[in-house]
C-alpha cells in the first residue's frame, strides 16, 4: 500500500503560478500511474491531469490543457503538477491519486489510493 502526501497548495492571484508535489511512502511510486485531481464547493472531483508509470504518456482535462504540466520523477518517488496562468475558476482542492493499472487514465474509479488535498485558491 502507498501513502501519498500532496503539498504546495496557497492563495494566489489570477495569472500567477503554482507547482503542486505528491510524494508517495510505503512503496515505489512507479509502480502506479498517477493522477491529479480537483474538486471545488458543490462540484464533482474532476480529473484535471494523468501520467502513466514511466512518465510516457499524459493526458489532460480540455479546461486545463495548455496552462497544467504533470510530471513525475520516480527517483524520488514524487508527481507534480505545474499549473500556470491560474484563474478563479481553477479554485479547490488539489488531490493526487495512484492507480495500481497500466494504462493512464482520469477515470476516478480507477484510482486506488488518495492522498488528503491541498487547498489552491486563485484571487481575481
Known amino acids: 500500500q502507498v501513502q501519498l502526501v500532496e503539498s504546495g497548495g496557497g492563495l494566489v492571484q489570477a495569472g500567477d503560478s503554482l507547482r503542486l508535489s505528491c510524494t508517495a511512502s510505503?512503496?515505489?511510486?512507479?509502480?502506479?500511474?498517477m493522477g491529479w485531481f480537483r474538486q471545488a464547493p458543490g462540484k464533482e472531483r474532476e480529473c484535471v491531469a494523468a501520467i502513466n508509470r514511466s512518465g510516457g504518456t499524459t493526458v489532460y482535462a480540455d479546461s486545463v490543457k495548455g496552462r497544467f504540466t504533470i510530471s513525475r520523477d520516480n527517483a524520488k518517488n514524487t508527481v507534480y503538477l505545474e499549473m500556470n496562468s491560474l484563474k478563479p475558476e481553477d479554485t479547490a482542492v488539489y488531490y493526487c491519486a495512484a492507480s495500481s493499472g497500466y494504462v493512464v487514465s482520469r477515470t476516478t474509479g480507477r484510482y486506488d489510493y488518495w492522498g488528503q488535498g491541498t487547498q489552491v485558491t486563485v484571487s481575481s
Open positions: 510505503g512503496r515505489a511510486l512507479s509502480s502506479y500511474a
